[in-house]
């Protein structure tokens, strides 16, 4: 059984930071791209962030390329999103996953944690 666990999330005044973390068990996510998502309410799940399974390689949506930087430790098995920069935009629940290669649509994702939510207030 597959397990996310993301944490990290809380309330920000516009312009601050917070660092996401998510911690994968239950299967070894070393050979998979992760990835994070995020979702406010009345939206669809939209892409945020990747890392390749070996974290050569990372990607950025461009609503957070600059701001965010996405990080991962396999000896630990865990990923993390760094946010600089907060804007209200960014409110949302944002969730990890992982798949064996990289995709920003949501759908092609089988695992996904109970989210952890991110408030940026104004």
């Known amino acids: 059984q597959v397990q996310l666990i993301e944490s990290g999330g809380g309330l920000v005044q516009a312009g601050g930071s917070l660092r996401l973390s998510c911690a994968a068990s239950?299967?070894?996510?070393?050979?998979?791209?992760m990835a994070w998502f995020r979702q406010a309410p009345g939206k669809e799940r939209e892409f945020v962030a990747a890392i390749s399974w070996i974290g050569a390689n990372t990607y950025y949506a461009d609503s957070v390329k600059g701001r965010f930087a996405v990080s991962r430790d396999n000896a630990k098995n865990t990923v993390a999103l760094q946010m600089h920069s907060l804007v209200p935009e960014d409110t949302a629940v944002y969730y990890c996953?992982?798949?064996?290669?990289?995709?920003?649509?949501?759908?092609?994702?089988?695992?996904w944690g109970q989210g952890t939510q991110v408030t940026v207030s104004s």
């Open positions: 996953t992982g798949r064996r290669f990289y995709s920003r649509n949501y759908r092609d994702y089988d695992y």
């Open positions: 239950g299967r070894t996510f070393t050979s998979y791209s």
